[in-house]
């Protein structure tokens, strides 16, 4: 792998930092007129999610980091493994529970899912930012109330919980936002 | 079509970079301060091991860093009180606040005491940008209220161990210098609100200035730096004017250069001779012309005060 120096940092480069790879998402030089540069950067760390700042002399190097972020259609899951296949090549990857981790609650089969590879192997999977799924349990729909702005916990195929309106019925199927778990809307039946 | 071919500056901001100009000219023409143009293109360069110089690809000639030598040497001619407002030009720099090629305003004031020059970029700043209100804070001062150590006494392992348990750092051959700076640049600038000069620097950052010896034996170099909001604007010096003192600062930027492995830099024979025949005792400083429109403007990055910045040409 390159490896790069701090005049090539910019956000969204994969480097490698402690062990782990990790994205540049930000990148600010600070130089005193006459003084050593210096390059504060917030970066996060792909594994673990953190996110946080380390300064780098102006000049130092890194080694880069063997990501890409890859479209991938959801298979199904084993209970161990969750299976995707990259629609192009037809090549199939397992990800563990790790790399799925609260993304699993959002993953239908056949979505169209961003899966980050990591020497090769997931190291995360990011949902579509909306999805379709059918309520699977929540309170008998309140008729005819789409007004007073109420809401109920309702349980969706893949597992999520989101809160609904109180017209919607068991069997019903929603629009909802992943990034946020918010209820988007209705998706009619037919 | 592309949009590439578009300014980042709008009409507006270049007009006010013509008016700040104006207003700059006519500020030292009242005060009897000659402009004077002097070559971008050098035969030598800057010896500061932060400063990189653009050369040409035979190595015969440089573009300025600043106009420091040329300036000092028609000081040592007898020109007097002068002043220039010209681009310069650092290799690497690029940053919000820094362009590889800028504008600086920078003069020179025989005569003066480092703090009537202050007054004077203060009286300056009010007429450009309507600031009246400036503090003036010894470096020591403003270092101990951020940091917590005395910059003048702190060993550089002092300031390393400190620096490593308050934020991640990846960096290795650091100085005491250079950890001072760091410490200036995450935790002091970032503090300073309003107009601050900050005054007595640290020995080892002097550059061109005079070095005196204070009561308890700690060493200050005679310089400023004006902070507005935190963002450095000016960097004046008391200057020196010892010819041999000249020589050896020189000759230690150099074999620092060597020990970091950065290119030669051959010190200006001829600002030594100027030296040598004598500089009147004065104070000069030099004004980043760019960020004063910025901060007139109010624009972020400077970019946006720029006809075409790096990112355009």
């Known amino acids: ?190 | 079509m592309s949009t590439d071919w578009k300014p980042g500056a709008d009409v507006a901001t270049l007009r006010r970079r013509a008016r700040l100009l104006q207003q700059t000219r006519l500020f030292f023409a009242e005060r009897d301060v000659l402009e004077v143009e002097t070559p971008c293109l050098l035969r030598s360069t800057a010896t500061d091991v932060h400063l990189e110089s653009f050369s040409l690809p035979d190595g015969s000639h440089f573009l300025q860093t600043s106009p420091e030598f040329a300036m000092k040497r028609l000081l040592a001619a007898g020109s007097g009180a002068i002043f220039q407002l010209c681009k310069c030009f650092r290799s690497g720099e690029l940053s919000r606040r820094h362009n590889p090629e800028f504008t600086m305003l920078e003069w020179y004031r025989p005569g003066f005491s480092l703090d009537a020059l202050m007054r004077e970029v203060a009286e300056l700043v009010q007429r450009l940008l309507g600031i009246s209100s400036f503090s003036y804070r010894s470096y020591a001062d403003v270092f101990e209220e951020y940091v917590g150590l005395d910059p003048h006494q702190a060993s550089a392992e002092e300031l390393e161990r400190h620096a490593r348990g308050e934020l991640d750092v990846q960096a290795s051959g650091l100085n005491r210098s250079d950890w001072l700076d760091l410490w200036m640049s995450h935790r002091v600038e970032p503090g300073l609100s309003g107009a601050v000069f900050v005054y007595d620097f640290p020995w080892e950052q002097a550059s061109l200035s005079r070095i005196e010896r204070r009561p308890g034996g700690s060493r200050v170099a005679r310089r400023f730096e004006l902070f507005l909001d935190g963002m450095e604007i000016a960097n004046g010096y008391d200057e020196l004017c010892d010819a041999g003192e000249l020589e050896q600062r020189a000759q230690n930027d150099c074999d620092e250069r060597q020990r970091r492995g950065l290119p030669p830099v051959a010190p200006d024979s001829k600002l030594l001779d100027a030296h040598r025949h004598g500089l009147p005792a004065c104070c000069g400083v030099a004004l980043g012309f760019d960020r004063v429109l910025m901060l007139a403007t109010g624009c972020e990055d400077i970019d946006q005060v720029l006809a075409f910045s790096r990112n355009r040409l």
């Open chain 1, 1 to 190: 792998m390159a490896s790069y120096s701090t005049s090539e940092f910019r956000s969204g480069l994969k480097v490698m930092l402690d062990g782990d790879p990790c994205t540049i998402v930000e990148n600010e030089i600070v130089k005193p007129g006459k003084g050593q540069a210096f390059n504060r950067v917030k970066l996060r760390n792909l594994k673990t999610g953190r996110t946080w700042e380390r300064t780098f002399k102006s000049g130092e190097s890194v080694e880069g980091a063997d990501v890409m972020d890859q479209d991938m259609e959801y298979l199904y899951n084993d209970g161990d493994f969750w299976y995707f296949m990259d629609p192009v090549t037809y090549e199939q990857h397992q990800a563990d529970k790790a790399a799925v981790a609260d993304a699993a609650q959002w993953l239908k089969e056949q979505n169209l899912c961003v899966v980050t590879l990591y020497n090769g192997s997931p190291l995360s999977v990011t949902p579509p930012n909306f999805v379709e799924l059918e309520i699977v349990e929540t309170d008998p729909g309140v008729r005819g109330d789409t007004a007073s702005g109420g809401s109920k916990p309702a349980r969706l195929a893949t597992g999520a919980t989101v809160k609904v309106p109180l017209f919607l019925e068991q069997g019903e199927v929603i629009k909802v936002d992943t990034r946020s778990g918010d209820y988007v809307g209705r998706v009619k039946a037919g």
